[in-house]
């Protein structure tokens, strides 16, 4: 499992949103906006590299999973710019939607706001005698729902002192 915080692609090519019909720069995790969804089975244990492409600190916290805490992704799993992460994440836990974003001190929030977020579903193998979908795009869509807020240009404003204070990190 391989994930970049920050992207070497070209925004241009696939824009997350468009300002007067230029993109909008936004963050992603192996994407231009948002990271991928991950399919996980309770029992394996995950090698996972996480490396920065971001000009700043990051970190990619397991958010929901039960991980021990050196691989838990928090602050104190600073990662800086151009280095890398490396690790093997044991999965020991029930059928789970999970997700996962960055969690380094002060940024947090902002990091989220401009996309490093993506979703992790831990199979089981108990989903088909709990009625649950099964096939991924077809019965089995995951959402991730986020609140935003626009400039009159249409471009994503982040306020650390208004509705997105909790997310400071």
């Not at 039960?66 to 928090?74: A, I, L, R, T």
């Not at 059928?95 to 969690?103: C, D, E, K, N, S």
């Not at 989220?112 to 649950?132: F, N, Q, S």
């Amino acid at each position: 499992m391989r994930y970049q915080p920050g992207s070497e692609a070209d925004p241009a090519k696939r824009p997350a949103f468009l300002r007067a019909g230029k993109p909008v720069p936004t963050l992603g995790i192996s994407a231009e906006y948002l990271g991928p969804v991950v399919h996980l089975r309770s029992g394996d244990d995950v090698e996972f590299e996480v490396r920065n492409l971001l000009g700043e600190v990051t970190s990619l916290h397991w958010h929901g999973l039960q991980s021990p805490s050196h691989v838990d992704g928090g602050p104190h799993n600073e990662i800086k710019p151009a280095e890398t992460w490396a690790d093997t994440l044991p999965i020991c836990q029930p059928a789970a939607t999970t997700w996962f974003h960055p969690r380094p001190h002060g940024a947090t929030g902002r990091q989220v706001y401009g996309g490093l977020a993506g979703m992790m579903i831990i199979a089981d193998g108990g989903d088909r005698e709990r009625g649950l979908p099964s096939t991924y795009g077809v019965d089995d869509l995951p959402i991730i729902l986020q609140d935003k807020r626009f400039d009159r240009t249409r471009a994503p404003v982040y306020n650390p002192d208004g509705p997105h204070a909790r997310l400071s990190g």
